[in-house]
């Protein structure tokens, strides 16, 4: 009895400081996307790029090479981490070896991929621009127009995962039910929501997409994140058809059940007409 409880413990522990870790780095990685890239000049940081130069010159500076170089190996490290935990074969041999932690673990070394992605990234200075907004008054509206979007964006996205169970998706809940002896919350569903949690990989690839495109100034280091980002959000993308009419079911369930008046109220309603 007391190993059990022991290792209820410890797991308990352990998703706990995923939990804390996984959130941190969210909030870091909003940061990295959104803030710094809008507000850079608030931030204290160098100049996005150099429209001075050219870009036949910028391609044969060596320090452009090797930065965009680096920042390409980033994001292939991040794609290559995110899909081979995501592969079933890797992801059964996770199963039987971490059991209950499996999916925080995978949020882990997701958050600790991303935590090496934005602290490594290499900023491309000495390369012009592909657009940026400088000449009044767009240069004043346009950051907050994109700063209101990507604040919306961001909302929905939080949204979302709560609709689609955030501590289930930390790992939390799987914990917590395993300590319970329930067992494992996905089997408790129906069979079309395993169907569409297993096809589903970014719920948010709209969003994702406004936020990483959306900006004030684009430097050649933010279009390859961009670019990166997006190509791997439209590969992974794999949802079809039947989980489409799953989903569009659901959030009009969910809907009509925020919109109608609850039952007291409408009790008290019915009375007093009485």
Same mark, same amino acid.
């Given at each position: 009895?007391?190993?059990?409880?022991?290792?209820?413990?410890?797991?308990?522990?352990?998703?706990?400081?995923?939990? /804390? %870790?996984?959130?941190?780095?969210?909030?870091?990685?909003?940061?990295?996307?959104?803030?710094?890239?809008?507000?850079?000049?608030?931030?204290?940081?160098?100049?996005?790029?150099?429209?001075? /130069?050219?870009?036949?010159?910028?391609?044969?500076?060596?320090?452009?090479?090797?930065?965009?170089?680096? &920042?390409?190996?980033?994001?292939?490290? +991040?794609?290559?981490?995110?899909?081979?935990?995501?592969? &079933?074969?890797?992801?059964?041999?996770?199963?039987?070896?971490?059991?209950?932690?499996?999916?925080? %673990?995978?949020?882990?070394?997701?958050?600790?991929?991303?935590?090496?992605?934005?602290?490594?990234?290499?900023?491309?200075?000495?390369?012009?621009?592909?657009?940026? /907004?400088?000449?009044?008054?767009?240069?004043?509206?346009?950051?907050?127009?994109? +700063?209101?979007?990507?604040?919306?964006?961001?909302?929905?996205?939080?949204?979302?995962?709560?609709?689609?169970?955030?501590?289930?998706?930390?790992?939390?809940?799987?914990?917590?039910?395993?300590?319970?002896?329930?067992?494992?919350?996905?089997?408790?569903?129906?069979?079309?929501?395993?169907?569409?949690?297993?096809?589903?990989?970014?719920?948010?690839?709209?969003?994702?997409?406004?936020?990483?495109?959306?900006?004030?100034?684009?430097?050649?280091?933010?279009?390859?994140?961009?670019?990166?980002?997006?190509?791997?959000?439209?590969?992974?993308?794999?949802?079809?058809?039947? &989980?489409?009419?799953?989903?569009?079911?659901?959030?009009?369930?969910?809907?009509?059940?925020?919109?109608?008046?609850?039952?007291?109220?409408?009790?008290?309603?019915?009375?007093?007409?009485?």
């Amino acid at each position: 009895m007391a190993s059990v409880t022991g290792r209820n413990l410890t797991i308990c522990i352990v998703a706990l400081i995923n939990f /804390v %870790f996984v959130f941190g780095t969210g909030a870091e990685f909003v940061r990295f996307i959104s803030f710094r890239a809008i507000y850079h000049n608030i931030t204290g940081g160098p100049p996005l790029c150099r429209d001075s /130069v050219s870009w036949s010159e910028a391609l044969r500076d060596s320090s452009v090479l090797r930065a965009a170089g680096v &920042d390409l190996a980033l994001l292939a490290l +991040f794609a290559c981490q995110h899909s081979l935990l995501a592969w &079933d074969p890797v992801k059964r041999a996770c199963q039987s070896v971490l059991g209950v932690l499996n999916r925080a %673990f995978y949020c882990s070394s997701t958050a600790l991929a991303l935590q090496v992605l934005m602290r490594c990234w290499q900023p491309v200075t000495s390369a012009p621009c592909l657009w940026t /907004v400088s000449s009044a008054p767009w240069n004043t509206w346009f950051p907050l127009l994109c +700063f209101t979007l990507h604040f919306l964006c961001w909302a929905i996205i939080c949204s979302i995962l709560l609709i689609f169970d955030y501590p289930e998706l930390l790992g939390i809940k799987q914990v917590y039910y395993e300590c319970l002896g329930l067992g494992d919350p996905l089997s408790l569903k129906s069979p079309r929501a395993q169907r569409l949690f297993a096809h589903l990989r970014h719920p948010v690839c709209l969003e994702l997409c406004v936020v990483l495109w959306l900006l004030p100034t684009l430097p050649l280091d933010r279009l390859l994140l961009a670019g990166g980002l997006t190509a791997y959000l439209a590969l992974a993308h794999s949802l079809d058809k039947q &989980d489409c009419q799953y989903l569009s079911i659901q959030l009009s369930s969910k809907l009509q059940l925020f919109s109608s008046p609850p039952e007291g109220s409408a009790e008290v309603n019915g009375n007093k007409q009485d």
